[in-house]
């Protein structure tokens, strides 16, 4: 199996609109069988991206997704928190960081 397969798979369980839903002890068990499958399967990536922790290409989407909530929010206030602007793409950008 490749990563393509590993991917439409968690994407079946992951929006699955069947009257029967998998266990988190069923999933766990799919993740043993990729792993065996496919020696580069990264189980944790795998299991949390069912879980929606992060993006089907590992990262924290949870994070992203707040990082660029605050960076749409400094745009629209009149005077942003210093912390939040240092700590966004956008804030390290403007204060000269990569």
């Known amino acids: 199996m490749s990563k393509k397969h590993f991917i439409a798979l ?4 992951k929006n699955s609109t069947a009257l029967i839903t ?4 069923q999933i766990e068990a799919l993740a043993d069988f990729c792993q065996a499958q496919n020696s580069n399967f990264n189980r944790e990536r795998w299991l949390g991206y069912i879980a929606g ?3 089907k290409n590992g990262g ?7 990082l660029s909530e605050m960076e749409e929010n400094m745009s629209t206030e009149s005077h942003p928190d210093p912390y939040q ?4 793409a956008m804030g390290r950008k ?4 990569n």
């Open 53 to 55: 922790t992060n993006g």
């Open 22 to 25: 998998l266990t988190q002890v």
């Open 94 to 97: 403007m204060l000269g960081g």
């Open 85 to 88: 602007i240092e700590h966004t």
């Open 10 to 13: 968690a994407d079946a369980i």
């Open 60 to 66: 924290f989407r949870l994070v992203a997704e707040r």
